[in-house]
């Protein structure tokens, strides 16, 4: 037995009516989804490059279950915190992440944390005092970055005159001349902690401790989300115990 001419018309045409409906059912969830993503309360976090590239966007897609009814919403200024401050200012963002000695006065202090900045290589260099820094070819961020600020300090405090070679606008770009040339830099460990774990740079540990970057988390106090802010700054105390680890 075989079908008809008119039977295979029948046969071809009811399959893609039925594969068509198919279609429109997976649209329709589709579209259900996308009108109930657009209508969750939108929260924003501003902070710098550093944290808002390397940093947020893990630990948020690793909580991101407990935040159905909400839209996270990074904003990354490169390192120019009076834009930050200023956005918090104008309500424009809900949450800020920005480095301790910035003064936020309209915003209300949460906490606080550390993050660590790491010396790297394509090698193995020996650091065992500050002498040392005097000698080994630097590659630094310029002087406009929290990181670089906070190893212009270190060096001041211990009479360092640093032998800086180069500056560069880039992590991205000071990692990848890290690879291929005998240059050191100190960056945010946020930044380089991948090409550590894959073994594509070095992070060298000198026998003295280099410091830290203390951040602080604050809260927009004119905000009209501050159920969802504190439900939110509560998921990002996570910072306060892991973020040098």
């Known amino acids: ?31 259900k989804r996308d009108e109930e993503t657009f209508e969750k309360e939108t929260v924003s976090i ?8 390397n940093l947020l966007p893990k630990l948020i897609e690793r909580f991101k279950l407990s935040f159905d009814k ?29 480095p301790i000695d910035i003064d936020v006065p309209f915003a209300n202090l949460v906490f606080t944390f550390k993050q660590k ?14 002498r040392d820094f005097e000698k080994i070819p630097l590659v630094l961020l310029p ?23 180069l500056e560069l606008n880039y992590p991205f770009a000071i990692k990848e001349l890290i690879k291929t040339e005998n240059f050191v830099s ?17 992070e060298i540990v000198p026998t003295f ?4 970057l203390t951040y602080k988390l604050v809260v927009n106090q004119d905000s009209n989300k501050q159920n969802y802010i504190n439900e939110i700054t509560h998921f990002l105390s996570v910072l306060k115990s892991s973020s040098i680890a």
């Open 117 to 130: 900045i790491s010396i790297i290589a394509n090698k193995k260099f020996l650091i065992t005092s500050y």
């Open 209 to 212: 401790e280099i410091p830290v």
């Open 70 to 98: 909400l839209n996270l919403k990074i904003i990354i200024e490169t390192d120019d915190y009076s834009s930050m401050v200023n956005l918090l200012k104008n309500k424009t963002c809900d949450i800020g992440i920005v």
């Open 143 to 165: 002087k406009s970055f929290v990181t670089r600020k906070i190893i212009d300090d270190f060096f001041i405090q211990n009479n360092i005159l640093p032998n800086i070679v």
């Open 46 to 53: 501003i902070t710098n490059a550093a944290l808002g590239i």
């Open 186 to 202: 100190i960056l945010h460990y946020v930044t380089v902690q991948e090409e550590i774990n894959r073994g594509e740079i070095v």
């Open 1 to 31: 037995m075989e079908l008809t001419a008119a039977g295979k018309s029948f046969y071809y045409t009811a399959k893609e009516i039925l594969n068509l409906k198919e279609k429109i059912y997976k649209d329709i969830e589709v579209l």
